[in-house]
């Protein structure tokens, strides 16, 4: 049976005075011809004819199999099984949770148990947050945390009650915990019924399509450009910008695709990590080094570096060129040299929240049994700081792209769609606690098989 | 819908009739003279088919709102009761369909019912209590809440019920209300058999292993191995067999000797998918089972538990449930279409 013949089931999640009740009664009441089935937990409140409204007790336990984070709610397991015994089935189920629920075991049951893992398909978990008086709850509470990152759809909702400035900057915060995410702004919980139900949330495609960058690996530097130079000295040349310094960093042999300057941002990446050598205007700088450019002195500075065999250089720096107007030039005709591409990179932010997320994208094929293994270790480990995992892969000898997914210690994956003519490629994100980015995508790295 | 072809060996059973509920049937009873046949389905329906001939002597359309849980019949008096998701317990008069008491529970389902041996006492669970009545639907006894949801029930004694949920197996002394015994086990408990004696505690865990106690020694044991979780059990009648669903093989430990520990369970394989219902006739070592796939099959087992097939069927869709006569010579099978279908079985 495949995910579009299974019922698909939407988690709801919020703090206590969010708005989930209003949410889930808009949904009930509008006329979308659908038989839904809800499964709440806090008693009382819905009240509607159409929809069958069954309450459960929380009953979450841990599976006897040793691991702690891999519990379930016993309770969906009892009541999802007997709904899919009627002929008249549901076509789609809402789970809302208690307030202060962790996410991560309703979401496992949907992975931990035969039946309903062959009945019904997790569609998505949608978190409505109340933007007055999220910040403090964040900093309180480990389960609102937890509501944030697990979600596929953020509702942040009372914006009435909030200035814009504010809820940018709350919506940026947010972001940076669940990259995955999308954002919906409400302010009473009033958005359209088709951006919490039936998202197909792990159609990453879609994500991709609304959100380009967000795959993108946050780098130390902004901005790249590509240099066809002959042998000979060259003047970089630097105007006025936004900063008293800017980090710098000349790497011979640079290729002008995609791949090759993916590869020459993480070649940059490991200079950036040792310490910049400062160079003065007039300086000529190295070649392959960590500099910092010391721009304090104002009006126009030069610096100068050698090219001893012609070729391609890139320029790996902190800021784009145009906020410094930043020209090379060939020091004995005086001209401009353009660049033949350039590329900007996703800027690193400053990280306060420990809860955070980041994605790995990477061309070529996957061996399947490394990254099992690998994946399988990984979980063993963190999997209780790892939330949630989602990505495409592109396994080795399998002509179909393989959605994967997972909830702290559990994945699962699926044939999706045949490569046909596109670039195979992997796309993962990892939302999780403290996660060792690096150390994950070292790991990723190595079960690429080499081209 | 996989196919099922079976060489019945002696050919032990002959179709007898078969009739239909509305949706799927979720629990049948028979008569303690096989006179009628009562049927329950997830639509809230009860149902009662003529013994002999199959033909609908009542239907109660929708009795229970949101669909029938449970049924268990009193094994002196014949009355039926339900249960379901509307938190009622209806008892109604097998003859006539005549609806003789209404229990009320309020909120939670009615998910398991069951008389004791001597039809004094009906238990039931609703959510984390258990109520217990008696034949005039005076309520007996009321458990304190459970640490989780009920998930099973069964009668030790004439007034000693056991009960299951997440991490234990309590036993209550239900004119008292003393816990008389509790067995903890850190699992989730889906399913639950007592022995004949009371002695034998098995249960099914949703981790895919069948937990067992001996209550006089105190002794416990755990069988792996399961490729899913153990939702079906069946004791033979003299206690010396269990069988456990599990996967599409069934399982047969014999405890028989020092049995079950160290010793190589019976296994039957016939069924293509996971077994969804066990069932061990009234006398003898004969057992019945249905599948996910609608196979129904009917096995001769030794003292090992190992054993044949002597008789097979395929019904048009999951086997929901299955009733042996009281007296051993016929057998009934419901299914998730709302099929009930029925054999005359020679001994």
Redesign the interface.
């Known amino acids: 049976m495949n995910n579009q013949q299974k019922v698909p089931v939407t988690i709801l999640t919020g703090f206590l005075g969010s708005g989930k009740t209003t949410l889930l009664n808009r949904i009930l009441s509008e006329e979308h011809g659908k038989r839904i089935a809800v499964i709440e937990n806090e008693y009382g409140e819905v009240g509607i004819d159409q929809a069958l409204v069954i309450n459960a007790d929380e009953e979450i336990f841990e599976m006897s199999n040793g691991c702690i984070c891999c519990t379930v709610r016993g309770d969906l397991i009892r009541v999802l099984g007997n709904l899919m015994k009627r002929r008249d089935k549901f076509d789609y189920v809402l789970v809302e949770t208690t307030g202060l629920a962790d996410p991560g075991p309703v979401a496992q049951t949907f992975f931990m148990d035969d039946e309903i893992r062959a009945e019904f398909s997790l569609d998505g978990i949608v978190t409505l947050v109340d933007a007055a008086h999220i910040e403090q709850q964040l900093g309180r509470s480990d389960e609102s945390t937890e509501q944030i990152a697990f979600a596929d759809v953020l509702v942040l909702n009372k914006t009435d009650l909030v200035s814009d400035d504010s809820l940018d900057a709350l919506e940026g915060r947010l972001r940076e915990m669940n990259k995955m995410t999308r954002v919906v702004r409400s302010e009473n919980a009033n958005v359209p019924v088709d951006t919490v139900l039936n998202l197909n949330a792990f159609d990453l495609d879609e994500v991709l399509e609304r959100r380009p960058s967000f795959l993108e690996p946050e780098y130390p530097f902004e901005w790249t450009g590509v240099y066809a130079l002959e042998p000979g000295r060259y003047e970089l040349s630097l105007d006025d910008g936004p900063d008293p310094t800017m980090s710098l960093a000349i790497m011979t042999n640079q290729g002008s695709d995609d791949t090759a300057l993916r590869d020459g941002a993480e070649w940059c990446v490991r200079q950036y990590a040792e310490d910049a050598e400062n160079f003065a205007a007039g300086s000529t700088l190295p070649i392959g080094k960590h500099t910092s450019l010391q721009l304090q002195d104002a009006g126009r500075k030069s610096f100068f570096f050698e090219v001893d065999t012609a070729g391609k250089i890139g320029l790996y720096a902190q800021h784009t060129a145009e906020e410094f107007n930043m020209k090379v030039l060939n020091t004995e005709s005086n001209q401009e040299i353009p660049f033949e591409c350039e590329r900007t990179w996703v800027a690193q932010h400053e990280h306060d929240d420990e809860v955070g997320s980041f994605a790995i994208e990477r061309d070529g094929d996957v061996d399947p049994q490394r990254f099992n293994d690998w994946l399988s270790r990984l979980l063993r480990e963190n999997g209780i700081d790892i939330f949630r995992m989602k990505g495409f892969l592109s396994l080795s000898g399998q002509m179909e792209r393989y959605v994967f997914q997972g909830v702290h210690m559990l994945f699962d994956a699926q044939p999706d769609k045949p490569w046909g003519e596109s670039t195979r490629r992997n796309q993962l994100v990892f939302i999780g606690r403290n996660l060792d980015e690096e150390g994950i995508r070292t790991g990723f790295e190595s079960c690429l098989l080499s081209q | 819908m996989s196919t099922f072809t079976m060489k019945q060996r002696k050919g032990v059973t002959a179709s007898g009739w078969s009739g239909t509920v509305d949706?799927?049937a979720?629990a049948g009873a028979w008569t303690s003279n096989g006179g009628v046949l009562v049927v329950a389905d997830?639509?809230g329906g009860v149902f009662g088919f003529e013994g002999k001939s199959g033909k609908i002597r009542w239907a109660h359309r929708g009795a229970h709102g949101?669909?029938a849980?449970s049924m268990a019949i009193n094994p002196i008096t014949d009355q039926v009761s339900t249960g379901g998701?509307d938190g009622r317990i209806l008892t109604w008069n097998p003859e006539t369909g005549a609806l003789s008491q209404t229990i009320d529970l309020g909120?939670?389902?009615v998910?398991n019912l069951t008389w004791s041996a001597d039809g004094k006492c009906l238990a039931a669970s609703n959510?984390?209590r258990v109520h217990v009545y008696d034949v005039e639907g005076k309520e007996v006894w009321c458990s304190d809440d459970h640490p989780?949801?009920v998930?099973a029930l069964a009668w030790s004694q004439s007034q000693e019920l056991a009960t299951a949920c997440?991490?234990q197996v309590a036993f209550f002394d239900v004119f008292s209300g003393d816990v008389t015994q509790k067995l903890e086990w850190?699992?989730?408990l889906v399913s639950m058999v007592l022995s004949y004696d009371g002695d034998i505690v098995a249960c099914g865990?949703?981790?895919n292993?069948v937990h067992f106690w001996r209550r006089s020694t105190g002794d416990d044991s755990m069988m792996a191995g399961y490729p899913?979780?153990p939702s079906y059990l069946a004791f033979d009648a003299k206690g010396s067999l269990l069988a456990t669903g599990g996967g599409q093989a069934i399982t047969v430990w014999s405890f028989q000797g020092d049995g079950p520990e160290g010793t190589r369970p019976g296994v039957l394989e016939a069924h293509l998918e996971p077994v969804t219902s066990l069932v061990f006739a009234p006398k003898g070592r004969i057992l019945a089972s249905g599948a996910r796939d609608g196979s129904v099959a009917i096995w001769e087992l030794d003292n090992a538990g190992n054993g044949g097939l002597i008789g097979a069927s395929q019904l048009d869709d999951l086997v929901?449930g299955i009733s042996w006569r009281p007296d051993g010579r016929g057998l009934a099978a419901f299914d998730?279409?709302?099929g009930v279908t029925t054999w005359r079985v020679r001994s």
Do not use: F, M, N
Request: hydrophobic content about 20%; proline content about 0%.
């Open positions: 949706d799927y979720i997830v639509a949101g669909g849980l998701q909120k939670g389902w998910e959510s984390r989780s949801t998930s997440y991490g850190k699992g989730s865990s949703q981790d292993t899913s979780k929901a998730a279409r709302g």
